[in-house]
């Protein structure tokens, strides 16, 4: 019998001009915490869809237990012992907790179609408590904290009696006392014998939680390694391709008049009296935790929310932001902190989502000019080292890191003068 769980040899999965994955391998023991690690672009998620069914692999071998198997939807994963835990949880809000673990496979009173509730809400608190977690399994998953809302989706990949478990960056809400506590559920888990695949930008984490690790770099795998066997630089090294002095080298620059000023702003039961200001060539971090309020003020800022009382000023002038489109006009804009939903429209090109919050720039009697708007995207595409096939490609078909990189390309083709960064490394 195969000492390993999980075998994935010489994967590859091509998409119209690009190679997202190209002969990669990655394997996992039981009772195992394996890091995958790797640039934006550098093609883990996309190797992660194929393992859980979300994407059909083009070539290559996936055993589990040291038989071939051929995955065909998340369904069959998941039926296979597979779960995948998105950075973006897979919950119905408006269901409760024990509904969303057991979604499509609620207990019935004998034959009959009826619910067996009492069941049901039972072997929920029976799954919560294997994980040491309690919680009301009636209440709904929207009323729930981000990191409770994640314990229900540890449970619900239990439920399904899952023996390989895929976590996809899942810290990058968490506060440190969260985080803590999901460390010491992974720890507990891999004493049950469940082997879990960790996706991670942080390498401190890495460290702290992992048994080995596996790079990819350009949809390439670069190496396997004891996570004991490594140091930071090692894995930057492997990572980058190349040395790295300094992985953020600090440059000093002369801070210039004032930019933005809020003064007292409010918004009554959210946030109160909130007040900084932010000079020229400066950055101001804005920090909490989470439910602190910070999305909150942003959003206010931006004018998506309104203010009940307060001020905001823009090089020393007081202004009116009532609405996003007043925000662009004064020339500030916002990455937020859900670009699928509100940065981006996934399914429009890079080219497309780059222009659409400045297409007056483009446009001449009625009409887009289109090839400027090719040529304005090109430029940015390289400026900020987007990794995209063509400006022609989706939103939709890009890596995290890469979608960013495009919200972000939209507000620098506005000429923003003020950028809020919600949560950017999410």
Not at 79 to 106: H, K, T
Not at 353 to 376: P, Y
């Amino acid at each position: 019998m195969s000492e390993f769980v999980l075998e994935m040899h010489d994967i590859v999965k091509q998409f119209p001009g690009v190679v997202a994955v190209n002969h990669a391998h990655l394997d996992l023991k039981p009772g195992e915490v394996h890091c995958l690690v790797g640039e934006n672009g550098a093609g883990k998620s996309t190797l992660m869809k194929i393992l859980s069914g979300a994407q059909p692999l083009d070539s290559g071998e996936i055993r589990l237990s040291g038989q071939p198997v051929q995955i065909h939807s998340p369904h069959h994963a998941q039926q296979l012992g597979i779960s995948m835990i998105y950075q973006e949880f897979n919950l119905s809000p408006y269901l409760s907790v024990a509904e969303n673990i057991y979604l499509g496979r609620e207990p019935r009173i004998g034959k009959t179609p009826f619910i067996n509730w009492k069941k049901m809400y039972a072997d929920a608190r029976e799954l919560l408590s294997r994980i040491g977690v309690t919680m009301d399994v009636r209440q709904a998953v929207n009323e729930l904290s981000v990191a409770q809302q994640q314990m229900v989706e540890i449970a619900k990949a239990l439920s399904f009696n899952s023996k390989i478990i895929v976590m996809d960056e899942p810290s990058a809400t968490l506060t440190d006392h969260e985080l803590k506590a999901l460390f010491d559920l992974i720890r507990d888990l891999k004493t049950q014998g469940i082997g879990m695949i960790y996706i991670s930008h942080r390498l401190e984490e890495i460290f702290e939680i992992g048994n080995r690790l596996t790079v990819m770099r350009d949809g390439q795998y670069i190496a396997t390694k004891n996570v004991s066997d490594v140091t930071r630089d090692d894995i930057i090294r492997m990572m980058v391709g190349r040395e790295l002095t300094r992985e953020f080298p600090k440059e000093t620059f002369a801070l210039g008049e004032e930019g933005l000023r809020v003064a007292s702003i409010t918004r009554e039961g959210v946030f109160k009296d909130v007040s900084f200001t932010l000079r020229r060539g400066e950055i101001v971090g804005l920090t909490g935790l989470v439910g602190a309020g910070r999305t909150e003020v942003a959003r206010a800022i931006f004018g998506a929310d309104r203010l009940d009382s307060g001020q905001i000023y823009l090089n020393g002038k007081p202004v009116t932001v009532k609405s996003p489109r007043d925000a662009i006009r004064q020339g500030i804009g916002l990455l937020t902190e859900d670009r699928k939903n509100q940065g981006l429209v996934l399914g429009m090109t890079v080219r497309e989502n780059t222009s659409l919050a400045n297409l007056k720039e483009l446009v001449k009697l009625l009409f887009v000019n289109r090839r400027k708007e090719r040529e304005i995207t090109e430029q940015y595409v390289r400026d900020l080292q987007i990794k995209t096939p063509s400006t022609e490609q989706t939103a939709q078909n890009l890596s995290g890191g890469n979608q960013q990189k495009v919200v972000l390309a939209k507000w620098l083709f506005t000429k923003s003068r003020v950028l809020i960064f919600d949560e950017p490394t999410r």
